[in-house]
């Protein structure tokens, strides 16, 4: 299996910014797609990123667009979010996940066959 690893979460406050990571070992695939989605306390999962691993073709949710950039480095096998002027409703778990087949541009969580851990994102006012 692909294992996934998040890191960079913690506690920031609103207007900052942090870098998320989420690096990717095992065997893994050109035509990948990874993505990033949050789970707020007492939501559903929802989308946030997903970028192609082979083209590099990104595409955001409404609510976070302008403000994150997913990115990639290919040599590292890692997936980034950049996430800047943080606001308290982004306050989440926030997963990375890997869709092997990279068909379309997957945003559902169900097109994801591995998921990383989470690591927490809390902005406070």
């Known amino acids: 299996q692909v294992q996934l690893v998040e890191s960079g979460g913690g506690l920031v406050q609103a207007g900052g910014s942090l870098r998320l990571s989420c690096a990717a070992t095992g065997r893994t695939f050109s035509n990948y797609a990874m993505g990033w989605f949050r789970q707020a306390p007492g939501k559903e999962r929802e989308f946030v990123a997903v970028?192609?691993?082979?083209?590099?073709?990104?595409y955001y949710a409404d609510s976070v667009k302008g403000r994150f950039t997913i990115s990639r480095d290919n040599a590292k096998n890692t997936v980034y979010l950049q996430m800047n002027s943080l606001k308290p409703e982004d306050t989440a778990v926030y997963y990375c996940?890997?869709?092997?087949?990279?068909?379309?541009?997957?945003?559902?969580?169900?097109?994801?066959?591995?998921w990383g851990q989470g690591t927490q994102v809390t902005v406070s006012s």
């Open positions: 970028i192609s691993w082979s083209s590099g073709y990104t």
């Open positions: 996940g890997a869709d092997p087949m990279g068909l379309g541009v997957p945003i559902t969580s169900y097109e994801y066959d591995y």
